[in-house]
């Protein structure tokens, strides 16, 4: 039977690993959308709609009100990001920290993170629900903000950096408990392997594979001191400390921004959890398209 935009009736929904074992079974999606974006407003509406004709439990909610998506997120079986790379964003941190799996579909521009492109998410979408597809684990960063002993989570990356202020700032990084360098600089980034092909591969770090756990720590215009990205291992812990007499700010994501005081510290490392994303896509997906993905272009 037909149900609206080609889908078809799903009896029975099923979520599987990438090996056909049998994870759980689908009967709760949470679907999350960027608010901005009236296609994607629409469309997640229209999703609703769909499924829950499937007889799958449905709640929707701004991926932009964090607050009211976390407590809707334990007892869900699949995540359902509608908009861009930044959506996916705020899905994986809303997420934590539950080990719900997400499909990002895209109505943004890169897609670096997303699964399905919207012309094509209404043919494929039914595949992942019905049991198709593998998932894909990426590490996520913890970051504490010693002075006010808060916790924060992120997928891409943390920044320690300065304010509106074009003046630099002093960071004295310790990897370990041990001095690197004092870098005098716009600011510093912690990445994860998702975050080595966004700010950090602008401000010329290294590309690593979606599934690794190195660290990558590199300063943003680093002046007369080390100017060059270092990748660590995944048990390293860095600690940034921060010397200022203007703005500074540490950035989660690049979507959460906090204010720093001067001897402010900044302590990140890898958190315990991850990023489960569930794909349909070939598990060399990444290689095959980072070429054209970095030029903008989606194939």
């Not at 074992?21 to 679907?31: A, D, F, H, Q, S």
């Not at 002075?147 to 320690?160: C, E, F, P, R, T």
């Not at 950035?251 to 994303?277: N, T």
Request: aromatic letters at 6%.
């Amino acid at each position: 039977m037909e149900l609206g935009f080609g889908f078809t009736k799903i009896v029975s929904l099923t979520l599987h690993s990438g090996d056909g074992r049998l994870l759980l079974p689908v009967k709760r999606v949470g679907i999350l959308y960027h608010p901005k974006l009236e296609k994607a407003r629409a469309f997640s509406c229209e999703l609703d709609k769909i499924l829950r004709t499937q007889g799958i439990s449905l709640w929707l909610c701004s991926a932009w009100d964090e607050g009211k998506a976390k407590p809707q997120v334990a007892g869900s079986d699949l995540i359902l990001s509608i908009g861009g790379d930044g959506t996916m964003l705020r899905a994986a941190r809303a997420v934590v920290p539950h080990a719900v799996p997400i499909v990002g579909i895209n109505f943004g521009s890169l897609g670096f993170m997303t699964e399905l492109e919207a012309a094509e998410a209404l043919d494929k979408l039914p595949q992942l629900l019905g049991g198709e597809g593998w998932i894909e684990e990426r590490a996520m960063l913890e970051a504490e903000l010693v002075s006010q002993g808060k916790n924060y989570h992120a997928l891409n990356d943390v920044v320690v950096g300065r304010g509106s202020s074009a003046r630099l700032i002093q960071v004295e990084t310790r990897i370990g408990g041990e001095v690197l360098t004092t870098y005098r600089t716009d600011g510093v980034i912690v990445a994860t392997a998702t975050g080595s092909t966004s700010y950090s591969l602008a401000a010329g770090g290294p590309i690593l594979y979606p599934q690794a756990r190195e660290i990558i720590l590199e300063p943003v215009c680093s002046h007369l001191t080390l100017d060059k990205a270092l990748v660590l291992p995944p048990e390293a812990v860095i600690q940034l400390k921060v010397a200022t007499s203007h703005q500074a700010m540490l950035s989660i994501d690049g979507q959460v921004e906090l204010p720093l005081r001067s001897g402010d510290k900044v302590e990140v490392k890898l958190g315990p959890y991850v990023a489960r994303f569930l794909r349909v896509q070939p598990k060399t997906y990444f290689y095959s398209s980072l070429e054209s993905r970095l030029k903008g272009k989606i194939s």
